[in-house]
Structures are given as structure tokens and as C-alpha cells.
């Protein structure tokens, strides 16, 4: 039976999925880092994770994003201003679009540069661009960029979900945090 209420709490299937990828992303970030200043075997095992683990992420934002699209969303609190809202609003939008965008320019700069993107089992996606030094050069500038505005995007998020759960206390935090399923009547 379909009711008109709006949810107070987010679905199981997004919390778990915000979580699961919460964890995946600020590991590939690090693990990012980590490659960035490596070279031998260890850089070798890093970028063996890095890239299955990015297309997994790929495929989970998308995953999520129609999640969001289809399923109904906890309410922001009336009481939040209307620039926070629409603050709230675009760092949602710029979040989904660096987990779509990262993993996707990480392909094509690997297909651009003619390394095989390996997938566990030693599956190999397709390129997605022709070779081109002069383009894999590029998206690999765009990456990084790319990879420091996710984490300062990251970092605003936290900060925010910190804000709303020990300050407001408006009820933001819980919607994704708690593992209830109650609605609003």
C-alpha cells in the first residue's frame, strides 16, 4: 500500500549505499595519495586496487543516484534557511557528479594512455578513448583536481552532517544515520 508521507529517515538501500561508499571513497582518496608518492611493487598493488575499485564505485553512484531519483527523500527542516537548502541542494549535485565523473576520467585517462583497466579475475574493461599521450595527460591533471575537490567536498559534507546532529539537532543527521524506517504522519 503506497501512502502520500514523507519519509523522516532515508531507504536502507541509500544509508547503506551512502555508508558502503563513505568508506570505499575516503579510502580510494588516501589510497590516491599513497600511489601518488610510490613507485615498485607497492605502487603495482595500489593501482591493482585502485581501479577495480573505482569502477565499483562507478557503478554504486549510479546505482544510488537512481535510487534517489526514485525513491522518497527525508524533507530538509523547514527552519533551514532558504541559501543553506540550496547550499544543501548543490553540494548533493556536486558530490554525485564527482562519483560518477572520478572513476569515469580515471577510464579514459587509462584508456588514453593504453593501460588496461583489470577488474578482479582479471577482467578487462574496454577503452573508452582512443590512445593519446597528450589527452592522457590531461585527464590525469583533471583526476587529481578532480580527486582534491572531492575531498574538500567531503570535508564540507562531514562538517555539515556534524553541524545539523550536534548543533541544530534538526533531525538531518538521524535521516541517515539511524537504521529506523519510521515516517513523518
Not at 15 to 21: D, N
Not at 155 to 171: C, E, M, P, Q
Amino acid at each position: 500500500m503506497r501512502t502520500n508521507r514523507t519519509p523522516t529517515r532515508f531507504s536502507g538501500i541509500a544509508r547503506l549505499l551512502h555508508w558502503f561508499m563513505a568508506a570505499m571513497i575516503l579510502c580510494m582518496l588516501f589510497l590516491g595519495v599513497f600511489m601518488a608518492g610510490t613507485v615498485g611493487p607497492a605502487y603495482a598493488t595500489s593501482v591493482a586496487i585502485h581501479r577495480p575499485v573505482g569502477i565499483a564505485i562507478l557503478a554504486l553512484a549510479l546505482i544510488r543516484l537512481v535510487n534517489r531519483l526514485i525513491v522518497p527523500q527525508p524533507a530538509l527542516p523547514a527552519s533551514l534557511p532558504r541559501a543553506q537548502a540550496l547550499a544543501a541542494k548543490a553540494s548533493h549535485v556536486l558530490l554525485y557528479t564527482l562519483m560518477i565523473a572520478m572513476p569515469l576520467i580515471g577510464w579514459g585517462m587509462l584508456s588514453a594512455g593504453a593501460y588496461p583497466v583489470v577488474m578482479w579475475g582479471g577482467v578487462h574493461l574496454p577503452p573508452i578513448l582512443p590512445h593519446d599521450t597528450a589527452l592522457f595527460a590531461g585527464l590525469r591533471r583533471a583526476h587529481t583536481v578532480l580527486a582534491c575537490t572531492l575531498f574538500a567536498t567531503i570535508l564540507v559534507h562531514i562538517a555539515a552532517a556534524l553541524l545539523h546532529g550536534l548543533i541544530l539537532r534538526d533531525g538531518v543527521f538521524p535521516a541517515m544515520a539511524s537504521l529506523g524506517s519510521r515516517h513523518r504522519a
